[in-house]
């Protein structure tokens, strides 16, 4: 492991509890009624959750439907000839699709390729970068916009999939730079 | 455009659903009514009398294939048991069995529970040559995506409900923290790193505490304190929006730079999946991560400057 990592290591296990407790210490010693105030604070949590609900469902049920219908295999095949010239292995091209629709989805096709493949194999490390330099992108949406009402989304849908359709290329090449 | 894209994923649903189980009606892939030939053998000696009794299913690779046309098919054996009534014999599979498809799915679609097949004829000793007549299989992907769209909406409810704990806790603790005027230093400290990216947000604005906040936990993995932080960061923008239901500027970059995703650390997920592995792949997943957020952040600048995308106020 190096120095970066084993810092992060420590500042990821550390900040957590440094915050439980440091934030109502510093309010204490800047007079506020910590009790009172966080009980205040917390009572939103119930309504933003209720509130996301609705987008929530819309965004699952939609992007289950898709899953179900076995339309991932045929993009897969209709992407297959495309990504071929610019050197994206078709293996990968799942995980691509997958991504940005469901996080479990995604953990199942990783553990997918590790039966297939092999943990060490190249296929499953692209997979893996991928899922690791990507987020949910609907999923994020529904949440994020949905706790605001935001239901006119603008450029979000369209910047953030154009991030992760280059993080998804990104991450066949510098797999193949660093380990290829 | 995400009208087009949910309203896209339905319609396309339902066409790449009724595309293969029209294929299936044309190939007849189930077999419908079909009987296919296998041998039953049974374990003790048969008794034509006895209402349940083991068995084992045997089908041969020759059989299979040319029941079903599919010349990679192969065969083998099977535990089960017998169960004869007035009506007739069937068989039913023993709990967990693993069948080859296409009868894994007939079995998953016509068995209420249970695996079954009705078998033809009287055994004739030990090793009983006859055939069995599966329950017909129709509309395979209809019924799965009528059944994922009400499962997913299940799934849903309980992944909004779960995050209640913990919005309420980082709501509770982000109020001690605005209340003590912790925020607004780390406003101070940061703003001069953040605000040229959230150029609309006015200066001093407790916005930008939530937004480093929310990049922070996002940096260091910490997905669970992420979303209520990046939620608070979003009501503190919502506060600056002159509209109710349309995203303003600051509140698409947020959101990009969230889906794009800042971290550091991989993901827990990840890292569970991986186990040590995951420490040869920290800089393939810092490096690819970097640079989409760079691409994310250079997306929402220059498609904000569309016509089509352009900020409306009212």
Redesign the interface.
């Known amino acids: 492991m190096n120095i970066l990592q084993v810092f992060l290591d420590y500042a990821s296990a550390l900040v957590l509890p440094a915050i439980l407790v440091g934030f109502p210490l510093y309010g204490m010693i800047r007079k506020v009624r910590v009790y009172e105030v966080f009980v205040e604070g917390a009572k939103e949590g119930f309504n933003v959750a209720v509130m996301i609900i609705p987008y929530v469902i819309a965004i699952l049920f939609a992007i289950g439907m898709f899953r179900a219908s076995g339309a991932m295999d045929f993009l897969t095949d209709l992407l297959r000839p495309v990504v071929g010239l610019i050197g994206i292995p078709a293996e990968v091209i799942p995980m691509g699709i997958v991504r940005p629709l469901t996080g479990s989805g995604s953990v199942g096709i990783i553990l997918d390729m590790i039966n297939q493949f092999g943990e060490d194999s190249i296929f499953v490390k692209m997979a893996a970068t991928m899922f690791g330099s990507t987020e949910t992108t609907f999923y994020v949406i529904a949440v994020y916009f949905g706790a605001v009402n935001i239901r006119k989304t603008r450029h979000a849908v369209p910047a953030g999939l154009i991030a992760d359709t280059f993080a998804m290329l990104a991450a066949v090449y510098v797999v193949l730079l660093l380990f290829g | 455009?995400?009208n087009y894209?949910?309203g896209g994923?339905?319609v396309?649903?339902?066409?790449?659903?009724l595309t293969?189980d029209i294929n299936d009606f044309a190939q007849d892939t189930y077999r419908n009514d079909a009987p296919l030939p296998v041998t039953v053998v049974f374990e003790d000696e048969y008794a034509p009398t006895a209402r349940r009794q083991p068995l084992r299913l045997e089908i041969s690779d020759s059989d299979l294939v040319a029941h079903y046309g599919d010349s990679s098919m192969t065969g083998g054996s099977w535990e089960g048991i017998l169960l004869q009534t007035s009506a007739g014999r069937e068989i039913r599979f023993a709990e967990g069995v693993t069948l080859p498809e296409p009868l894994a799915t007939i079995c998953s679609e016509t068995g209420q529970g249970d695996c079954r097949g009705a078998l033809q004829g009287t055994p004739t000793g030990p090793e009983w040559r006859t055939a069995v007549t599966f329950s017909p299989v129709r509309w395979v992907?209809m019924n799965?995506?009528a059944?994922?769209?009400?499962?997913?909406?299940e799934?849903?409810?309980t992944?909004?409900?779960g995050?209640?704990?913990?919005?309420?806790?980082?709501?509770?603790?982000?109020?001690?923290?605005e209340?003590?005027?912790?925020l607004q230093a780390l406003v101070r400290v940061t703003q001069p790193l953040i605000r040229p990216l959230f150029p609309k947000v006015p200066k001093d604005h407790p916005a930008l505490g939530m937004i480093v906040l929310n990049l922070?936990a996002n940096m260091?993995?910490?997905g669970n304190?992420a979303?209520?932080l990046?939620?608070k960061a979003?009501?503190e923008?919502?506060t600056l929006?002159e509209?109710?239901?349309?995203?303003t500027d600051p509140?698409?970059m947020?959101?990009?730079m969230?889906?794009?995703?800042v971290?550091?650390?991989?993901?827990v997920?990840?890292v569970a999946?991986?186990g040590l592995?995951?420490?040869?792949?920290?800089?393939?997943?810092l490096?690819?991560?970097g640079?989409?957020?760079v691409?994310?952040i250079t997306?929402?600048k220059l498609?904000?400057r569309?016509k089509r995308?352009r900020?409306v106020t009212p």
């Open positions: 455009m995400l894209i949910w994923l339905i396309l649903s339902l066409v790449f659903a293969s992907k799965a995506i059944a994922a769209a009400l499962s997913f909406a799934t849903a409810v992944l909004a409900l995050l209640i704990g913990g919005l309420g806790l980082w709501m509770g603790l982000l109020k001690i923290a209340a003590s005027g912790m922070s260091l993995g910490m304190a979303t209520p990046g939620i979003m009501q923008l919502q929006n509209t109710e239901d349309t995203a509140m698409v947020l959101l990009t969230n889906t794009a995703s971290q550091i650390m991989p993901p997920t990840l999946i991986m592995q995951i420490n040869q792949l920290f800089f393939s997943i490096i690819t991560t640079l989409s957020l691409v994310g997306a929402v498609l904000g569309l995308y900020e």
